[in-house]
């Protein structure tokens, strides 16, 4: 069997990003909870488990990225395994396949520590390139 490559464009943003959407797109919003937005489907098997988003909330959200993405980054991948992922992903590549344009939202501002950049990246291996519709591109936060 010949390998597939994918026709279809992947993009990733937050609801703010969505303004540079310049053409028809399917709207995937991969997070488990939080504000409906208007047309899209929310995907809940490509958000962080309910363990890991509790972790954050309580540990993480307002400290620096430096203090925490790694072990959020590992965990997150650790879960990219699991059934439930795979099932989203495989969704994901099903419908580039068939030449869908699809944008996987969250609503973390910064793409470069949010689990939307990583599922984005997956798709790297099937040559796939996600573009971040609204990227961070300043330095005010350290990573590393």
Same mark, same amino acid.
């Given at each position: 069997m010949a390998n597939l =490559? +994918?026709?279809g464009r992947l993009y990733t943003s937050n609801p703010s990003g969505l303004k540079y959407l310049k053409e028809q797109a399917e709207l995937w919003q991969i997070m488990r909870a939080? +504000? $409906?937005?208007p047309s899209a489907i929310r995907v809940k098997e490509l958000s962080p488990s309910d363990q890991l988003f509790k972790r954050y909330i309580? $540990?993480?959200r307002g400290k620096p990225p430096i203090k925490w993405w790694t072990l959020y980054e590992e965990q997150f991948m650790k879960e990219m395994k699991t059934e439930e992922k795979l099932q989203g992903l495989r969704a994901v590549y099903k419908g580039l396949l068939l030449g869908r344009t699809i944008v996987l939202i969250c609503f973390c501002e910064d793409h470069r =520590?949010?689990?939307r950049r990583l599922v984005g990246e997956f798709f790297k291996q099937y040559g796939v390139e996600a573009v971040e519709l609204n990227p961070v591109n300043s330095d005010q936060l350290t990573l590393f």
């Open positions: =490559v +994918p026709t939080g +504000p $409906e937005l309580k $540990e993480w =520590v949010c689990h």
